[in-house]
T-cell receptor, first 115, second 111 residues
């Protein structure tokens, strides 16, 4: 399958700071990227869908001003958690696909801990 | 009601056992279904797609019953390496590409 990377794999930050997570498709062009969040013992919940060159579509209940998504190229999408708080601590996973109809390939995830 | 529901388990079975997981979905417009496997603190990985006619991949058999909105996964001859969380996933019929995950079923295979 295709390879998707995420960076960083783990981040610990103080409350109030902003954290940027990168998602890269390494061997294919990802027209569509998805951002998920997974709290302990819970399933993955889709946060937003981003298409290259256009604004992200956020799921209900996800604040677009808090979770900034940029998908400026066909191989890179970024998620910025602004003014992070302890309740934002979670496992953030991205996935990428060549189109919204194709199989999604998941990144290894980023574990965010906000103190 | 959750859109995709699974029995969270955990299932603890000995090596060589056969184990079955069930999943139900509430959105009748859901078009495609999958089973993913997720190891602890890792990303989910696609295990297999689920077809109406039923499909098999080695020791794994998946079934879909659209009338009952029910999906199953059967694992035969369980291995220690099968220990993981198994996620039932549906693709929404109204929003292409959006994967809806069940909460997962935890399987532990012991010697």
């Amino acid at each position: 399958g295709a390879v998707v990377s995420q960076h960083p794999s783990r981040v610990i930050c103080k409350s109030g700071t902003s954290v940027k997570i990168e998602c890269r498709s390494l061997d294919f062009q990802a027209t569509t990227m998805f951002w998920y969040r997974q709290f302990p013992k819970q399933s993955l919940m889709l946060m937003a869908t981003s298409n290259e060159g256009s604004k992200a579509t956020y799921e209900q209940g996800v604040e677009k001003d808090k979770f900034l998504i940029n998908h400026a190229s066909l191989t890179l999408s970024t998620l910025t958690v602004t003014s992070a708080h302890p309740e934002d601590s979670s496992f953030y996973i991205c996935s990428a696909s060549a189109s919204s109809y194709n199989e999604q390939f998941f990144g290894p995830g980023t574990r965010l801990t906000v103190l | 009601r959750k859109e995709v529901e699974q029995d969270p388990g955990p299932f603890n079975v000995p090596e060589g056992a056969t184990v079955a997981f069930n999943c139900t979905y509430s959105n009748s417009a859901s078009q495609s279904f999958f089973w993913y496997r997720q190891d602890c603190r890792k990303e989910p990985k696609l295990l297999m797609s689920v077809y109406s006619s039923g499909n098999e991949d080695g020791r794994f058999t998946a079934q879909l019953n659209r009338a009952s909105q029910y999906i199953s996964l059967l694992i035969r001859d369980s291995k220690l390496s099968d220990s993981a969380t198994y996620l039932c996933v549906a693709i929404s019929g109204t929003s292409y590409g959006k994967l809806t995950f069940g909460q997962g079923t935890i399987l532990t295979v012991h010697p």
